[in-house]
């Protein structure tokens, strides 16, 4: 007799005959039996999807019985307990939810399209930028012990003030290892480069690279067997006490199979390997590869004994840690169980007072020890000639991305709130059926989060589509090595994390919004809910959306006019078609016989033999002492060069003479920055004066105007241009063809290459242009313009997708005012600009917020750089005018289509 009381009640209810006493009865049954409640609540989603439009009690009832008969009969079976009851409700409920939440989707198809593109992109990022920072973060962590893992590195400053990083000992420390307590192992190695060859029988020896793949790093090492104390490795055959031994070599396995083939590994030992075409040695031992992320992918260990016996005892004179020095050598320990590093930097301070002297007076060294996890990121090696090679990425790059992929995915939550609360109005009346039929605020709360969690679902799907074309078409912006596996677990569990979130954030504010409606109002036409005004809401939602793409704008552009500045500013020196090649081992000064050689080469104009390009990386430095009135000490970065060197690169001569031909160093050019730093205010009076290196003087012959030898993150050193044989380690050549006229530049190289092989029949052959290679040294900065445009534009396109969703839906709304406009003489520029206006308000203010914040922040950046653009006013003019122009064209897309639209159907009574 209840379930049947309810039925009438909800007909008379839904006819619109009941009477405020029959509704509140109706309430109380349906609070009192909520098995039928969730049949119930289904009745106004069947009510509009029949479109029934009669009224009445008798075509309500026929509605009811098919929900009663087809329903009922599920809840009320006899014998159902309340354990199946409370089952069926949830499944009830969970069903009813996304079969609504799929058909209020597919009937609002613009929004959905807006929503999930914006939340795909905002995933998306989130996904590329996880990829990344995970793969960084995870080198170099699966070492047992690593907590307990050092390197060894220091600071030394001159007593200019100077400061030079040090990647490894200076020899006045060694032994400190024996002395200073605390260390349960250690392990120091020189890195190896020069070829590798396979003696292969009667046939030619197999040539192999001495290289880390995807690395510039030597594979080869020499060291002692104690590193394999300090790191640990699965030995195959063999063990570390094999490098005691000199001529043995450890092998790797896969280099061991790269080397011999397949055969066995026990055939593997004892066969020879040759280094460097005259060092022989022969495998005592083979080691498991390591498969995770690692800075120290070493492949060949040559035992520290070899290079004692034989011709690079040299280059390695001693078989302790005094052989060891920076950029060639590292030095690490493994802590004594509860020493702290703290403990141990201590120690060292006070050993290197008590044992190191140094020549410069006023000079410091420090020394410290560096986590192994933190040698990936060390910030030393940001610029420059960092001495190891390893690939260097910038940890507040990545803390950037990380900030970069919340920002985007907050915006495109910020575009569901806003189009969710907008389209509110128009679900005001299903919220107060909802409601008046017994609907709780859990529930409705609930169902709109279904729908945030199957749109975010179907955002989802699309940014897994989106990931693999996204690495492919921006490879060369993402380190080498990053895979995406959508089966992986740390992947699924991120996507799961990620769409958890997602939901929450875009969904639980609209759910909250909607829920909060007064039914009373509701289902009067009104839009009022309880907590707060939506239009002001949505107009903050709006300023904030812009203010993060106004601030990208600004900073896209500071950063573009900073790159640009560095290219285009004179560098003090031409390197326009200058081609080098470098040969760092040239032992048999071979490279002049090529140099000579390629001379007459048809297309070169000039050849000389330097040890360096005037800018780049790997500029060697020199102390120098002035003894004028007072004696000064000088750190000058050291170019080795012949007399050719300054006209080759059009240098500006400003005082004095070039140096001489000579086969010596004899006599120096310097620079003006040189010049002052002796004392001279005029750089022509520092001509004739004499710099020492010990006792030896050498006379200043020039002074060439200042020019950049590194990046304008640094300002200009002392520099010191003279003759030194031995350190001509590269060829530059003047190209009479431009570097664009691909045709004739190929057609030379193909003839250097030839002449190369003449001469290093068994090496590579590698060159680069100087101007390519000065881009590189902006790398770092080159790729974080590239993420503030990406930004730039996935921002932009974000909030121009929620921009056009809320035009769409203002131009709705507005529809019959907009009517009665036309009819009453409105123009379509009236009504575009009545309609337009108040968005380009919003954007106005986004640009007042963003200006300041912007310029902090860009300021900061250009802190960093010696020499630098400012920031004019003009940046913020063509922010504010291109975000302007991109709102109005977005928003009057819409307002002009509704402008046009014939008033008769917008004024037409349903």
Known sequence: MIKERIWVLTARKLAGEATEEEIKELEDLLRADPEIHFVIESLSKMWNAERINQTGEGSVKKLLERIKYHDQDIVSKEGRNKEANS??????????????????????????????????????????????????????????????????????????????????????????????????????????????????????????????????????????????????????????????????????????????????????????????????????????????????????????????????????????????????????????????????????????????????????????????????FTTDFHRGDDGDDFRKPYLPTLYALMGLALFILLIAAVNFINLSTAQSMQRAKEIGVRKVMGGNTTNIISQFLTETLVLTLLAVIVSVLLIKPVLSVFSEYIPPGITFHLFNTSTLTFLLIVTIITSLLAGFYPAKVLASYLPVWSLKGATVYKGGNGLKLRKGLIVFQFTISLIFIIGA???????????????????????????????????????????????????????????????????????????????????AANEDFISFYQMKLIAGRNITHSDSLKELVINETCSKAMGFARPADAINKFLYQGDKPYQVVGIVADFHEGTFHEAMRPVVIAKMPGREWSVAIKLSANEKQVGDVKEIIAHLEKQWKKIYPDEGFNYSFLNESITR??????????????????????????????????????????????????????????????????????????????????NQWLQDFAYRVSISGWVFIAAGAAAVFIALLTVSFQAVKTAIANPVKSLRTE
């Open 87 to 376: 089952f069926f409700k949830r499944n009830f409920m969970v069903r009813n939810h996304f079969k609504t939440a799929w058909r209020n989707i597919y009937l609002h198809k613009s929004y959905t399209t807006i929503n999930v593109l914006g939340l795909a992109l905002g995933i998306c990022a989130c996904i590329v930028v996880y990829l990344i920072t995970s793969f960084e973060l995870g080198f170099d962590k699966f070492h047992p012990g690593k907590e307990r893992i050092y390197r060894i590195v220091g600071e030394m400053q001159r007593s200019s003030g100077e400061k030079e990083f040090l990647n490894s000992l200076i020899p006045d420390v060694a032994g400190f290892e024996k002395q200073i307590p605390g260390f349960e192992a250690d392990a120091g190695f020189h890195l190896y480069g020069g070829t590798i060859k396979i003696p292969n029988g009667d046939k030619p020896a197999k040539k192999f690279d001495n290289r880390i793949e995807g690395s510039y790093s030597t594979s080869t090492i020499i060291t002692w067997p104690q590193y394999f104390d300090v790191f640990h490795y699965d030995w195959l055959v063999g063990n570390a006490t094999v490098l005691k031994e000199p001529y043995t070599v450890v092998l790797s396995e896969n280099r061991a199979h790269k080397y011999f083939g397949n055969i066995s590994l026990a055939e593997m030992i004892g066969k020879t390997v040759i280094y460097d075409d005259s060092l022989p040695v022969h495998v005592a031992g083979i080691i498991k590869d390591w498969n995770k992320n690692t800075d120290f992918g070493f492949t060949d260990f040559i035992s520290i004994s070899t290079a004692t016996n034989s011709f690079l005892k040299n280059q390695i004179p001693t078989d302790d840690w005094s052989s060891l020095s920076p950029h060639r050598s590292m030095a690490f320990v493994k802590l004594a169980k509860g020493t702290t590093a703290a403990q141990i930097n201590r120690r060292f301070e006070t050993f290197i007072k008590e044992h190191v002297k140094l020549d410069n007076p006023g000079a410091s060294l420090s020394m410290r020890l560096q986590a192994l996890t933190d040698i990936h």
């Open 777 to 858: 040294l902006y790398d770092q900065e080159t790729k974080t313009a590239w993420l503030m445009n990406m930004a730039m534009f996935i921002t932009i396109f974000i909030s121009c997708m929620g921009l056009f969703g809320l035009g769409m839906f203002s131009a709705q709304r507005r529809m019959k005012e907009i009517g009665i406009r036309k009819v009453l003489g409105a123009s379509v520029a009236n009504i575009t600009a009545m309609l337009s206006k108040d968005f380009i308000t919003l954007v106005l203010i986004a640009l007042f917020i963003a200006s300041p914040v912007a310029w902090y922040f860009m």
């Open 557 to 639: 552009i500071v950063m573009g006019n900073q790159i640009r500045f560095m290219r285009t500013t004179d560098k003090g020196f031409n390197s326009d078609a200058v081609l080098v090649i470098n040969h760092w081992r040239d032992r048999d000064g071979k490279l002049k016989v090529f140099a000579d050689n390629i001379k007459n080469i048809a297309g070169i104009d000039k050849v000389i033999l330097q040890g360096n390009a005037p800018m780049g990386f790997a500029h060697g430095g020199q102390d120098f002492k002035y003894k004028g009135k007072n004696e000064i000490d000088l750190q000058a970065s050291f170019d």
